[in-house]
């Protein structure tokens, strides 16, 4: 990284701020972001208004920030106006944003991210420089992070959610929710040897916590579903026979294994309405290995259980 000190003199460093948030231009760069990461941990934005991914980054990022209730500071410079800074920090392309500390800068990261990856980015600077500044409860980061990447897996977002998931894992190894998270990624992506592996790599503690639970079972239904032919093949097979109880049990295997839950639970649904003591109760209980898999909370396990109910008490 090229040399600031060239850049030009400012203001006492030590002056008050009321807002975490600040323009900065020349005239205060050294005071806003060299002397004041000396203490704390200062976040730099390059930005211009006419940059698309620099107004979706830039309320994010400033939420962020001010999270933090003072204990780190964010510096925005337009690099329209203040084109000698952005030269001297060889900015290439925007939003570009850097983390100072000690004078230097620590990391940074290019283009616009979701606010759970900033704050996950930010909670592992702000630890890798002991804690400089901060104010905030350490697990709080985490658990806004976490329930971020869930959503973004459940949107089909696997990039970003397993982005997410493994920058709280820099941080802390052995937070069992990151992990499920991870491993549920790479279940959803077919990487079920490299799950395994990862599973049983993990120290005893982690695998034990109930977090995990669910993505244990998601990954034996995964190999489980694995073995069946094609939900075509099986489409065939029981429209020769409604009535081949197995073909409509990998049937639903099938369905699991390529993506279709809905589709897996209402073949399960119909063999309990139609044999619910075959093969030891198999549906029922394949049932509720999907409900552990997809969790308590997700919208076709409240309405599969229901049905369920409604089949077994009918």
């Not at 933090?68 to 964010?74: C, E, F, H, I, S």
Request: net charge negative.
């Amino acid at each position: 990284m090229p040399s600031l000190s060239s850049l030009a003199h400012a203001p006492d460093p030590g002056a008050a701020v009321a807002d975490p948030v600040r323009d900065v231009g020349l005239a205060d760069f050294m005071a806003e972001v060299i002397e004041a990461s000396r203490a704390q941990i200062v976040v730099v934005d390059f930005w211009a208004p006419w940059c698309g991914p620099c107004k979706q980054l830039g309320p994010a990022l400033e939420k962020t920030v001010r999270a933090y209730k003072g204990a780190v500071r964010l510096a925005k410079i337009d690099i329209d106006k203040n084109p000698e800074i952005a030269q001297q920090m060889q900015i290439q392309s925007i939003p570009a944003v850097f983390a100072f500390f000690q004078g230097r800068p620590l990391d940074g990261f290019m283009g616009a991210l979701p606010e759970a990856q900033i704050k996950s980015w930010l909670d592992r600077l702000v630890k890798a420089a002991g804690g400089a500044g901060s104010t905030a409860a350490p697990d709080a980061g985490f658990d806004a992070a976490l329930e971020q990447a869930a959503g973004l897996l459940a949107q089909g977002e696997m990039e970003t959610a397993q982005s997410i998931y493994a920058d709280i894992l820099a941080s802390e190894p052995a937070n069992a929710g990151a992990f499920a998270g991870f491993l549920r990624c790479l279940v959803t992506q077919k990487k079920i040897t490299k799950a395994k592996e990862m599973l049983a790599a993990a120290p005893a503690e982690l695998v034990k916590d109930k977090a995990l639970d669910s993505v244990k079972t998601a990954i034996e239904l995964a190999e489980q579903s694995a073995a069946t032919g094609s939900a075509a093949e099986l489409e065939v097979k029981l429209a020769q026979n409604p009535a081949d109880h197995q073909a409509r049990f990998d049937l639903a295997l099938a369905h699991y294994a390529e993506g279709h839950k809905e589709q897996a639970v209402d073949q399960l649904l119909e063999l309990v309405r139609r044999a619910r003591t075959w093969n030891e109760a198999a549906a029922r209980k394949q049932l509720v290995k999907l409900f552990e898999a997809m969790g308590p909370a997700d919208p076709l396990t409240i309405s599969a259980r229901k049905r369920l109910s409604s089949i077994l008490f009918s």
